[in-house]
């Protein structure tokens, strides 16, 4: 079990994981609107002891749950959701077409949560939905796999697990590293001491993101419930600047590239040096390319420091012309007193030992989504959670680490934080960041 992991469960049992008073709960005046439970086709499930799946969020990274679930033995979609009736009738379409099975497609998610033909869900969904979809499914009997970031602030991580362990669900966080053959391999070596003392890792983000101009407001798309999509965050007129994926770019429904593809290397770098969070936050950067709507920052480094461990995360954020690091160009590098340990993007790593940089072990294996969805499936089945290699613990935190360096980088200033306590110390500008003002009735439920 990882130090985080251990730390946080030991926080539980002491009493200092703290709740912390929110608005109102999602109220019975949202569930009253649900109506009857939405009818899956027979045909499309199979066996009889097939997990039965619906996915939320199917106009982008929703579309590779898909594939990977249809390769799964145990498992088959049941059933699409998205806000975008348009996106859902046309995928359905492909889907039928493709697999010769019906799927049920349906624009309310809280409705599938009512039927008792769904097993489990996944969410592919917008960040600023994340931790409330997990809840509520938890609440409806349903497992999860969420997609990363798991949270869209500090806060709902804590809820998140609450409701995880209170409801006995098995909530996979969606960073398969976790399951590749090739870094788990890689992170058995840094803590065989292949180079020494781990004392330093580096996320990098240096991902293409060109300049998405300012479309301005107009008319909401037909077929889009745009009041569902907005969800717990403001509902501002709508914009193409949002919808259907530059919202990555807008503070009230997405957290940057820290908080996007960054996600794997926040979780790898903890993962790697085996620590939870940080004591000392420290974020600059910003917008020096585009004069374009994008809200975060263009470039972003971040510094997470652990005193009374001795050991330091660096996160990059590029987003244009740049060199690689290694061939790291998305990836992570981890520093020991022997040498260093490459990780480029999915599958691959690479050592360097001693001062002459001779190479030592490595290994490229892909795969790792595949077999991230079977160990979610296994856990399912077992109803164990001890089995996941990503449990809900690290999706709040190697998100939480992201929204610690974003709060940083909006205040302009160095953070000290209390990693048992997750509050800030003396800031209270920074402990509002925390969390969010909900937009009613979608509100984070207080009582789990």
Not at 389 to 394: K, L
């Amino acid at each position: 079990m990882d130090k985080s992991r251990r730390d946080f469960l030991s926080a539980a049992a002491t009493g200092a994981v703290a709740s912390v008073v929110t608005p109102k709960a999602f109220g019975s005046e949202v569930m009253n609107k649900i109506g009857q439970p939405t009818v899956i086709p027979k045909e499309a499930f199979g066996a009889n002891d097939r997990i039965r799946v619906a996915v939320l969020g199917v106009n982008g990274r929703g579309n590779s749950h898909i594939e990977e679930l249809m390769k799964q033995k145990n498992a088959t979609v049941a059933a699409f959701c998205d806000p975008d009736l348009v996106v859902l009738r046309e995928k359905a379409g492909k889907f039928e077409e493709k697999y010769k099975q019906k799927v049920a497609i349906e624009q309310d998610f809280r409705k599938l949560y009512e039927s008792k033909d769904i097993d489990a869900v996944t969410l592919a969904t917008p960040n600023h939905w994340h931790a409330l979809q997990v809840i509520l499914a938890c609440q409806a009997g349903k497992d999860v796999y969420v997609e990363k970031p798991a949270t869209h602030n500090i806060y709902e991580g804590r809820k998140m697990i609450e409701a995880a362990y209170k409801y006995n669900r098995i909530v996979q966080h969606g960073v398969q590293l976790r399951s590749s053959v090739a870094i788990r391999e890689a992170v058995q070596h840094l803590r065989d001491g292949l180079i020494g003392r781990v004392y330093m890792s580096r996320g990098l983000v240096y991902r293409w993101r060109p300049d998405i101009g300012n479309k301005g407001i107009s008319k909401i798309p037909d077929g889009l419930d745009y009041d569902l999509w907005c969800g717990p965050a403001p509902m501002a007129p709508f914009t193409r600047n949002l919808v259907h994926y530059n919202w990555h770019w807008h503070w009230n429904y997405g957290n940057g590239d820290v908080g996007n593809q960054g996600i794997h290397e926040t979780d790898l770098c903890m993962w790697g040096l085996d620590v939870g969070l940080p004591e000392r936050i420290t974020s600059m950067g910003g917008k020096f390319l585009w004069d374009d709507c994008k809200e975060v920052p263009e470039v972003q480094t971040s510094i997470y420091h652990y005193p009374k461990e001795k050991k330091i995360i660096q996160f990059e954020v590029r987003n244009w012309c740049t060199n690689l690091e290694d061939g790291a160009g998305v990836g992570n590098i981890f520093y020991g007193d022997k040498g260093y340990l490459v990780v480029k993007g999915y599958g691959t790593y690479e050592t360097y030992l001693g001062e002459k940089r001779e190479k030592g072990p490595s290994r490229s294996e892909r795969g790792e989504l595949g077999l991230h969805f079977e160990n979610w499936l296994d856990a399912i089945r077992a109803r164990d959670m001890s089995l996941q290699n990503a449990p809900v613990e690290t999706g709040h935190l190697s998100s939480a680490l992201a929204h610690l360096g974003n709060i940083s980088y909006r205040l302009g200033r160095q953070l000290d934080f209390d990693p048992v306590s997750e509050q800030f110390t003396g800031d209270e500008d920074a402990n509002r960041m925390r969390t969010r003002e909900y937009r009613p009735p979608f509100v984070l439920p207080e009582k789990i």
